[in-house]
């Protein structure tokens, strides 16, 4: 079996290896997930810290059992919002800033695509080749960029083989070229880096609010 989790609510869920690259309905919040290919032959990624840290003043949290699912919190001491996410591979803890969780949704988004390069080996990978070339680590959101990039290219190139048999990561994914328009999934993809370059801008916008209302 494959465990993996919802995109939507992420809540735990088993399919059976013969479902990879099907769609699946969630248990918990009945909307429908594409079987990732993921278990033995694909590593995952190790599982966040669970610390109950406050990411913004590093205050400890209250005591609270590990969390099964992404939620929204609150700090007891400086009242900003903390975003709990149990199901990821980007940050070490599962206490993270609005803006941590922001590239953790977009991450999730492109491996959610069959032809997105959203997987911990993927985002493995393209920070290896980044530190490679430039001599040091590159920040989370110049390697969600750069795979942002790379799942455009493979896009185009779905689009081309439009009919034609796809094969990612040595499966053949014919039957979702047969359910699927690449040209209306190269516009999703459009769509998702108008959304990241929006939801940066975004965050500057609001660390310069928040740096203006510290200052005495």
């Not at 999730?108 to 069959?114: A, G």
Request: with cysteine; net charge negative.
């Amino acid at each position: 079996m494959i465990r993996y989790a919802c995109r939507h609510c992420a809540e735990v869920l088993e399919s059976p290896h013969s479902m990879v690259w099907h769609l699946e309905e969630c248990c918990a919040c009945h909307k429908p997930n594409w079987v990732p290919k993921v278990g033995e032959d694909e590593p995952t990624g190790p599982e966040p810290a669970f610390e109950p840290i406050c990411p913004h003043c590093h205050a400890a949290l209250p005591e609270q059992a590990r969390p099964a699912r992404k939620y929204v919190d609150e700090c007891t001491q400086c009242h900003r919002e903390i975003y709990v996410e149990p199901q990821q591979f980007l940050y070490p803890t599962m206490f993270l800033t609005e803006e941590q969780a922001g590239y953790i949704n977009f991450i999730d988004q492109l491996n959610y695509w069959p032809f997105g390069r959203g997987s911990w080996q993927d985002y493995e990978d393209m920070k290896a080749h980044i530190t490679a070339k430039r001599g040091a680590e590159p920040p989370v959101r110049e390697v969600v960029a750069a795979l942002i990039e790379l799942t455009m290219t493979a896009c185009q190139a779905r689009e081309k083989q439009a009919g034609q048999k796809l094969i990612y990561k040595g499966r053949d994914v014919e039957p979702l070229l047969n359910g699927s328009d690449p040209k209306h999934d190269r516009e999703e993809v459009l769509n998702l880096t108008a959304e990241v370059k929006k939801f940066e801008k975004d965050m500057r916008d609001a660390a310069k609010l928040n740096r203006s209302v510290a200052q005495p």
